[in-house]
């Protein structure tokens, strides 16, 4: 065996990296070890990419610029259509918001106008009901009906519905008064009254409940308006209760004035209280007329009637003219003179009673004559108007002066047998435009008023 046997064989070391660098004869050898080659590795890759990124940078420099800015006014503007868009939507907020303001308070003004008129058609209702509960037995007992300027025609008038007509002046002669009387003090003109809503005062809306007060504007004027809904159901029912209580007054004096055989329709009302005038306007149901006017206008007419009629009532020669057990001992009609035993006209009828016995009014009206009248003896005569004269004969004392204005069941005088009599009684006439009637037909109809009384 020789001597280099069992040792390695010499070679370069497998752990070290070796870099020979020459430069002409001179060659120069540098050993690394891993660690070091991959670092020098690691910054050659690093100066490669740093090259590279600046020359990219140096190349596409303008080009990136270019992006960055047009990016950055793409951001803007969309921030700004975005800021746009918020200032129009507040915009529309704020304009909605304007637009409902202004809607509820027109709303409130609808409904403060709606309660004014509701407040002023309480009072019409009222004063209808008041008029039509004031309608009573007293109203007949011997004194003509005079209006107040609070009473309901006067509420009726004011609202200007129009009225139904006062008669035909020329079938029918109305009572005149004597000249130089005039109106009382306290017959004034009603207080006109504002009819459209625009010239209604605001009034405050109807107070709401704690519980109201908690909701919102829209859900308290619901709450109001189905309050002025129920006042005005409760006006309607009013209304309807009072045509129908004045339309029973109008039909049982109707009934009354029907009996005597004169018409109604062709009655004027006395006017001693003054003169009155004006154009005729009938009064007619507007079909297209609201449904409270058509039932105001209804009730108006209703009450106008009644009123007109319980005017004339008291002017009707309806009641006794002599108080207790009167009886008739000659009646209307043909009959045998009692002086001078021929057939001859009685346009009257004979009453007895005891001499002395105060001879009263059957009606109220105006003094004609008082005193003698030829076979009359002393005689009182009353105009009622609309052609009607009454006549009380054979008194033996008036009581009464000519132009004197009386009322119903007023003392005319006393019983007596003045003039062409055979004994104490009283001798009644009744006169239609001068013709005698019967009076019994008149004294029957009194007897009917005072039983429906």
Do not use: C
Not at 411 to 438: A, I, N
């Amino acid at each position: 065996m020789s001597q280099g046997e069992g040792y390695p064989e010499p070679g370069l070391p497998t752990s070290h990296y070796f870099l020979s660098l020459s430069r002409g004869d001179a060659i120069r050898t540098v050993m690394l070890r891993p660690a070091g080659l991959w670092a020098l590795a690691a910054l050659a890759a690093l100066l490669f990419v740093w090259s590279a990124a600046a020359a990219a940078y140096l190349v596409f420099h303008d080009d990136l610029m270019g992006a960055m800015v047009a990016r950055q006014a793409a951001m803007e503007s969309a921030y700004e259509s975005r800021l746009a868009e918020a200032r129009a939507r507040l915009d529309e907020v704020a304009g909605q918001r304007a637009l409902d303001l202004k809607s509820f308070a027109r709303k409130l003004g609808e409904l403060a106008s709606r309660q004014a008129r509701l407040e002023k058609r309480g009072a019409v209702v009222a004063a209808l009901a008041a008029e039509s509960e004031g309608r009573n037995p007293s109203a007949h007992e011997g004194r003509p009906a005079q209006a107040s300027p609070a009473d309901a025609l006067g509420a009726i008038r004011a609202l200007g519905p129009p009225l139904p007509a006062e008669g035909d002046a020329g079938s029918a002669r109305a009572y005149a008064p004597l000249p130089g009387l005039s109106a009382e003090p306290g017959a004034m003109k009603p207080h006109p009254v504002d009819e459209p809503g625009e010239t209604l005062s605001a009034q405050p809306a109807p107070s709401l409940t704690a519980a109201a007060e908690d909701l919102d504007a829209a859900a308290r004027s619901a709450i109001i308006d189905r309050s002025l809904d129920q006042m005005d159901s409760g006006q309607m029912k009013a209304l309807a209760a009072i045509g129908r209580s004045a339309e029973r007054a109008a039909s049982r004096d109707a009934g009354i004035v029907a009996k005597i055989g004169l018409d109604p329709a062709k009655l004027a009302p006395p006017h001693g209280e003054g003169a009155v005038g004006g154009p005729f306007i009938p009064a007619e149901v507007d079909p297209n007329a609201p449904a409270f006017d058509q039932a105001l206008t209804r009730a108006a007419r209703d009450v106008a009637m009644a009123e007109r009629l319980k005017a004339l009532m008291p002017f009707m020669p309806v009641r006794m003219p002599l108080f207790g057990d009167a009886s008739i001992t000659s009646p209307f009609g043909y009959r045998a003179d009692p002086f001078l035993g021929r057939l001859a006209l009685h346009p009257g009828v004979d009453l007895v009673e005891a001499w002395g016995a105060e001879i009263h009014a059957t009606g109220a009206g105006r003094v004609t004559h008082a005193g003698p009248m030829g076979g009359y003896g002393i005689m009182v005569e009353i105009d009622h108007g609309n052609g009607l004269v009454t006549r009380y004969a054979h008194m033996s004392k008036a009581l009464v002066e000519e132009g004197q204005d009386v009322v119903q069941g007023a003392v005319l005088g006393k019983m007596g047998s003045s003039g062409r009599s055979t004994g104490p009684h009283l001798h009644y006439e009744v006169r239609v435009d001068g013709e005698p009637v019967d009076p019994e037909r008149y004294l029957r109809a009194g007897a009917d008023l005072t039983a429906a009384e």
